[in-house]
């Protein structure tokens, strides 16, 4: 049979784990050290958090650099491997687990901000993100994603969603098996929120001071009140 799409992205985090963490690590990859680290820190720090979440949170940089700034810091990953580096740099703050196997739990701990850094990749996998974050977030919780820039990630193909081919082009040659990664509009970015009774608050296109193009998009949104209708996505 062969591998879906989302069990790829799997594979392909387990499989690059050493050679991702030694990237993040030295800090090779040219648009995180310019630009997309330091708006994520400061997206997240925005939002005044006490208890954060740090969903698919990788080799575990960002919840380290939290912690340092003295707030309560969680991170999880479906890959074993990455959380392993992560608890080997800062123990006891990682766990190795799916959004799918998260949201399945019976009882789930609350944060006042759950924060996605370029780790909403797939698409039944972000969907149902969307669909069950107010279950990790308590009243009025800030969800924060920073994702690929749709308009910029396109390049030369249709703007549609939809699911394309992975590459490494712009990184190490040491990551192999790029998995596929699922393309949405901005259109279809807002939808996910709206659909989802979460109100977006704020949108940021941060850009890359070499090329003056956005290295990146920050959505950063809060759970609508209760009562608000929920906008059909249809
Ligand atoms: C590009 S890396 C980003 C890691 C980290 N947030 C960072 O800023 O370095 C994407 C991460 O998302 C994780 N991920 C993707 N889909 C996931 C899922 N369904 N459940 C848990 N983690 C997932 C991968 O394992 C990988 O570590």
């Excluded at 990790?136 to 249709?158: D, M, N, Y």
Aim: charged share 20%.
């Amino acid at each position: 049979m062969p591998l879906s799409y989302e069990r790829h992205i799997f594979r392909s985090w387990e499989t690059n784990a050493e050679a991702w963490t030694h990237e993040v690590r030295h800090n090779n990859i040219e648009s995180r050290k310019l630009v997309t680290n330091q708006t994520i820190i400061d997206a997240v720090l925005s939002c005044q958090p006490s208890r954060v979440l740090d969903l698919g949170c990788g080799e575990g940089w960002l919840t380290r650099a939290l912690i340092d700034r003295q707030i309560d810091t969680f991170g999880i990953d479906a890959s074993t491997q990455l959380i392993d580096y992560a608890n080997r740099a800062s123990s006891d703050r990682y766990a190795a687990i799916s959004y799918e196997e998260l949201f399945k739990k019976e009882a789930i701990d609350k944060y006042d901000t759950v924060v996605c850094n370029f780790s909403l990749l797939g698409q039944e996998s972000v969907e149902l993100v969307f669909r069950n974050i107010r279950k990790i977030l308590a009243t009025k919780g800030a969800f924060i994603i920073q994702t690929i820039h749709p308009v910029v990630g396109c390049g030369s193909e249709q703007y549609v969603d939809g699911w394309r081919a992975g590459s490494w082009d712009g990184f190490s040659p040491t990551l192999t098996d790029p998995a596929p990664w699922y393309f949405r509009t901005l259109e279809s970015w807002f939808r996910l929120f709206s659909s989802n009774q979460l109100d977006l608050v704020d949108f940021q296109e941060p850009l890359n001071p070499t090329t003056n193009i956005p290295a990146s998009v920050v959505f950063i949104a809060r759970v609508a009140d209760e009562n608000s209708p929920l906008v059909n996505d249809g």
